[in-house]
């Protein structure tokens, strides 16, 4: 009976293993997730060089970076209707003015896109795009090359000790190192 | 591991693991558990960007809307924070000559009127079987068409009453000029605190049917007969900040104000001396301090004048006054030598509680004494009169509910008036409204008068709608939306202007297609009397703005008339069997009980009871004595109009003979905070009038009062009265200032830890205790800011309420009787006891000094809160609910806490953020006054100021070196950063 139990608390223990090992590498893989329009950022921002200050109009302005609306897409797409050609994606074949027929589709019937998040922060924190844009920091260092990437999926994981690498790293002087590293910079 | 026996009950059976092997298994799956955990994906959330965005919105960056607070008669101009389209705080406007950026607890607290749960949430109409169902507008104003059309084909047009409150403005005429093109109907204009004695005794003594603005301010002597000036009395957030400037300790220096009153209120706790006088007898007091001013030669008035009144005060020397009022007679002397020797004086009376049915009579004398003082012209304004003037007496309204009765209204429409629970039960209001045949309601709420009309058509909250307010003669005030409306709601103009073009002869008059036209139209005519000079459209603009026009109107002189020398006194009339006065006083909480479907409010301890949720009675510790009652037994209060019951709150400030109730509880209706809460002291009113005025003399019942014998928790956030010679909240005496006889800083220098480095700042405060009068702002105000939960009477009750900030009370009692008070809050101590005793480092000092709070790093010891000083640590026991649409109001800058995580002041850290914020996008640093806390901001007395203590020469940095300044419980050597100054006293005669 007893022999019974330890094997069966081993294998307990194993299962809670690999579901720990499982939900952390999925947590970690950096697959992005399926968009309602399949929007493209290497298409965008990458072949066409449309600056991230374009559609992301607030990043210098506010602490959250403004995600486009549906007019804004339709200020370019009323001209641009797309190649009809397939593009390749993820090993599927899509039709690019299919896609943008969809966002059409939104703005005809005035519904928002109901984009899934990419980038995901606590309520608890306290994140503004503002200052760190104005510090000259990149897009890239924290949202990873999306010029790169058709639909974007997370660089980093944006969690505390990473912040605070960078937060410790870039410090001009002791005064602005106490201030980067205090809790209350983040926390709210 | 374990069986279920035959018996049901389990125990561990033997043959299988041991309890050692099992905890082994336990901990690894456990914590694998907890690994995982760790790890889980975060939630899949979804970004909903604009279709079109709005002009006007940044996500992220709030805007600030100017309105006018409509909370009561007194029309504050407000600041209102709009975050993504929500309106989520509400500050004073600094532009308004009114409130000059404060509020009070009942102005913060409008955000819960606009997001309440309980608000009506369409248009109703009553259905076959007697209930009310919802219907669309279009059909409720058609139903309410043909009614008017039937009506007046009828030929009974001027049977149409619109029964509103006072809304001096474009509404009001509005209203006028409709009901006057539909053939006659009446407006009435009913507010439940009126003032009609004030009107008539200025009308008998100046010849001016008026209610005045008097300039505390500029006053050296304030002598109140109980006006609560500081609660609900004409203007109380006004008169608060005026009060301050002229009681606050400046220059040495510092007025005197003495309260006259059975019960010593909120108001009467500032002042430096309560006389309680016999209920009803103020006249004589006045007369009396006449009569000494004029037989000793001390009056400003001369020759026939001053014969003519010695004529009329002749009989009421102090002696003979002593014995009506109750008062030594050596008080009265000295009141009277001191109201003529520091001047300019002024003398207040009026206050609703203490209204007889001889009130008249006693503001004439008042109004006498003010005259023979000098101070009519000076402090007193007869130049910037109050719109209050102009509504109707309590004796108009008991004629409209005799002609209801009667069938003599046909139609009633009701607009923000509740009188089915402000009017005396006497009255029988309700049964009078059941003899109207169609009542529609106005109100955003269920009410008690709304639960009997035949159809509710909704306005929307002041936040939602367009509209302005005259609350006097120097102020317009407009108003203006905020946000969208949440419900289905409708503007009342627009309704008017609405069916208006459904009504034959009507359309072409009401031309206008919304009240937003129509305003902008009579804003036209202001623009040509103020600002003819300036195109409407830039008038219009730069009024939006600023939150209305602001004039100032100087004084103008008065002659006291013949009429107020032919004036007779007499004693006031009392109805009731019983021995004792029975006071109902507004509540500064709960106004006339419109307050009471805010939890903010509910859950803000009354100042002097420190009770929330809940009615009380207070009674005299003698008297309680001598019947053997005790604190938190059941009362029962009998009058000839009924009965209630309600717990006894035994209270040194008040009469022997009196017994008093505050009102705004005890509804039977308006939604699920205020329902069946507390008792209304109205409803056991007499229904007495005041004869000259016809108004409603609050103060003419007489009770018997017993015991029920049931008791229970009387639930307060303060038990104790006494600071048991700790010194929490400190005073000296101005003599004892002027001979710089006080304490010097103790310097306590020893430290067990290393000091603490402060690299750019060290946030601070003072808290000045002789401005603080107790309102209860700022609490409310920290509430609204920081999401801080209501946790309701329970919780209370368990010591579980949730404030960052509260007033803490204290009796005085060596000396008379002074009541103290002291906002607490977290000290931010530079020696803070519970930071080291924090085991994961959730709370520590930041190096802007402050003692920071990380939520997620919390894990609930409460250690902290065991090893603080000060006691302002809050735990959450639950994760508390925010009824929707109530959580719309959330502060989006601030966390909300869960279960188990314990929280406190953070001096606004994210109102410190974005001042920092703003002062870097400048490239500069952060001006000294530019940050303000919540609570601070709200103060509508400025006692609280915060800033740069490593600044030298910031504001807050002098005032930590004060003479009057302290620190609370300093023998501990926490070195708060919060200097308190000690309240200033008079020393006593």
């Known amino acids: ?16 293993v690999f579901l720990g090992l499982y939900l952390y590498t999925a947590e970690s893989s950096t697959k992005a997730p399926v968009q309602p329009v399949l929007f493209s950022h290497k298409i965008h921002a990458g072949e066409n060089q449309i600056p991230c200050q374009y559609c992301h109009s607030y990043v210098t302005e506010s602490s959250m970076p403004g995600i486009p609306s549906v007019q804004k897409c339709m200020g370019c797409h009323s001209y641009i209707p797309g190649k009809d050609v397939e593009y390749i994606y993820d090993g599927k074949s899509i039709n690019m003015q299919k896609e943008i027929e969809k966002v059409k589709k939104y703005w005809d019937n005035k519904q928002p896109i109901p984009w899934t998040r990419v980038n995901y922060l606590a309520d608890f924190v306290y994140f503004t795009h503002k200052r760190h844009v104005l510090r000259g920091i990149e897009c890239a260092t924290c949202h990873g090359d999306v010029a790169s990437m058709d639909v974007v999926k997370r660089a980093h994981k944006l969690e505390m000790g990473w912040c605070v690498t960078c937060h410790e790293a870039n410090a001009k002087d002791e005064m602005e190192l106490a201030r980067l590293k205090d809790c209350l910079t983040c926390h709210k | 591991m374990s069986q279920m026996k035959k018996d049901g009950s389990t125990k561990l059976t033997t043959g299988g693991i041991k309890r050692r092997d099992f905890l082994k298994i336990l901990g690894v799956a456990g914590g694998t558990a907890a690994v995982a955990g760790a790890c889980s994906p975060e939630p899949v959330e979804k970004i909903i960007p604009y279709v079109i965005p709005p002009d006007t919105i940044i996500p992220g960056i709030p805007n600030w809307y100017a309105s006018t607070c409509r909370e009561c008669p007194a029309g504050c101009g407000i600041l209102v924070k709009n975050r993504e389209g929500r309106a989520i705080k509400i500050e004073g406007n600094p532009l308004s000559p009114i409130n000059s950026g404060g509020t009070c607890a009942r102005g913060q607290a409008a955000l819960q009127g606009l997001y309440n749960p309980d608000r009506i949430r369409g248009p109703l109409t009553r259905n076959s079987s007697g209930g009310l169902e919802p219907t669309l507008w279009d059909e409720a104003e058609r139903v309410l068409v043909e009614k008017i059309k039937e009506i007046r084909e009828k030929g009974n047009a001027n049977k149409i009453v619109f029964l509103t409150n006072n809304i001096s403005g474009s509404l009001n005429r509005l209203i006028d000029d409709w009901l006057n093109a ?52 004409l203007s109380p957030v006004q008169y608060a900040k005026r009060f301050s400037e002229m009681h606050g300790y400046k220059d040495k220096g510092m007025g005197k104000f003495v309260q006259v009153e059975p019960r010593l209120s909120l108001t009467g706790a ?79 009376g009026g206050g ?131 946000m969208d409306p949440i419900f289905n709601t409708k503007a009342t103009g627009d309704v008017i202007l609405s069916i208006s073009k459904k009504i034959e002869g009507l359309d072409s008059q009401f031309a206008s297609n919304t009240f937003y036209d129509y305003l902008r139209d009579s804003w036209r005519q ?98 309680a004595e001598k019947m053997g009652i005790k604190d938190g037994d059941f009362i029962s209060i009998e009058s000839p109009y009924g009965n209630i019951s309600t717990q006894a709150y035994i209270y040194k400030g008040i009469r022997k003979d009196t017994v008093a109730i505050p009102i705004g509880l005890g509804h039977k209706g308006y939604g699920r905070y205020a329902q069946n809460r507390g008792v209304n002291p109205i409803d056991i009113l007499s229904p007495l009038t005041d004869q000259e005025s016809g108004g409603f003399a609050w103060l003419s019942t007489k009770v018997s009062i017993s015991n029920t014998g049931r008791h229970e928790q009387f639930v307060r956030t303060q038990e104790n009265t006494t600071q048991a010679g700790r010194g929490i909240a400190q005073s000296i005496t101005l003599k004892e200032l002027g001979s710089g006889v006080h304490e010097e800083h103790e310097k306590n220098e020893f430290n067990m830890y290393p000091p603490q480095k402060y690299i750019a700042h060290r946030w601070g405060m003072s808290i000045d205790l002789s401005k603080c009068i107790g309102c209860g702002a700022c609490v409310t ?46 000290q931010h101590c530079g020696n803070a006891p519970c930071e080291p005793v924090c085991p994961v480092y959730a709370t520590y000092h930041n ?6 709070m990380v939520y997620n790093r919390c894990v609930g010891t409460r250690y902290c809160s065991n090893n603080c000083t000060y006691k302002v640590r809050r735990f959450n026991w639950f994760t508390y609910e925010w009824h929707e649409p109530l959580n719309w109001q959330l502060n989006p800058d601030v966390s909300v806490r869960t279960k188990g995580i314990m929280e406190k002041c953070t001096f606004c850290v994210q109102r410190i953020r974005f001042g920092k914020d703003r002062a870097r996008d400048e490239g500069r640093n952060v001006r000294d006054g530019e940050i303000t806390p919540a609570c601070a901001q709200a103060c509508p007395t400025k006692v609280i100021v915060f800033g740069d203590l490593k600044d030298t020469e910031s504001t807050v940095s002098h005032l930590s070196k004060d003479e009057r300044g302290y620190l609370v419980l300093q023998e501990v050597n926490t070195q708060p950063a919060i200097t308190y100054l000690k309240k200033v006293t008079w020393d006593k005669a």
């Open chain 2, 352 to 482: 609703a509680a203490n209204t007889s049915s001889k009130s008249t009579q006693a503001l004439v004398a008042i109004n006498i004494l003010n005259y023979i003082a000098g101070n009519v012209g000076e402090t007193v304004n007869f130049g910037d009169n109050l719109t209050l003037s102009n509504v109707n007496s309590y004796s108009e309204i008991t004629s409209l509910v005799d002609s209801m009765s009667k069938g003599e209204v046909e139609l009633l429409l009701i607009y923000d008036v509740n009188p089915a629970f402000t009017l005396p039960k006497a009255l029988k209001f309700e049964d009078a409204l059941k003899g109207v045949p169609f009542v529609v309601s106005f109100s955003s709420f269920m009410d008690e008068t709304t639960e009997g009309a035949n159809l509710v058509l909704p306005d929307h909250t002041t936040l939602e709608k367009w509209g302005d307010y005259i609350p006097q003669d120097s102020v317009h005030g407009l108003i203006q939306p905020i």
């Open chain 2, 781 to 826: 105000a920290c509430y609204a800011e920081n999401n801080v939960p209501v946790v309701g009477k329970g919780q209370v009750a368990k010591r579980r309420e949730m404030s960052w900030i509260r007033i803490e009370r204290y009796y005085e009692e060596d000396n008379g009787f002074d009541i103290r008070f002291i906002p607490m809050l977290c």
């Open chain 2, 270 to 348: 500032s002042a430096d001396e309560w006389i309680g006088i016999r209920p009803g007898t103020e006249a004589f007091l006045a007369l009396g301090i006449s009569n000494f001013i004029l037989s000793n030669g001390l009056a400003s008035v001369s020759g026939y004048e001053a014969d003519r009144l010695k004529g009329l005060v002749q009989d009421y020397k102090p002696d003979v006054v002593s014995l009506i009022t109750d008062i030594p007679q050596e008080t009265i002397t000295r009141i009277a030598k001191e109201f003529v020797e520091l001047k300019p004086s002024l003398a207040l």
């Open chain 1, 1 to 16: 009976m007893k022999k019974l139990l330890k094997l069966c608390s081993g294998v307990l223990l194993l299962i809670l």
């Open chain 2, 526 to 623: 202001i623009q040509v009397s103020y600002a003819p000079d300036k195109d409407f459209e830039t008038f219009w603009k730069e009024t939006v703005e600023s939150g209305g026009i602001y004039r100032e109107i100087p004084p103008i002189k008065a002659q006291l008339s013949q009429e107020a020398s032919s004036v007779s006194f007499s004693e006031p009339k009392f109805e009731g069997q019983g021995d004792t006065y029975f006071m109902a006083y507004p509540s500064y909480r709960y106004y006339d009980g419109r307050g009471a479907n805010k939890p903010w409010l509910q859950e803000l301890p009354d100042a002097i009871t420190t009770a929330v949720w809940d009615s009380w009675v207070e009674i005299n510790p003698g008297t």
């Open chain 2, 182 to 233: 539909l053939g006659g109907g009446r407006h009435i204009v009913y507010e439940t605190f009126s003032h009609e004695p004030i009107k008539e005794a200025n009308r008998i003594a100046f010849g001016m049917n008026k209610v005045p603005t008097y300039n505390i301010e500029k006053t050296k002597y304030l002598l109140s007969f109980g006006s609560d000036f500081l609660e609900t009395w």
């Open chain 2, 847 to 852: 190096p802007d000094g402050l003692n920071a």
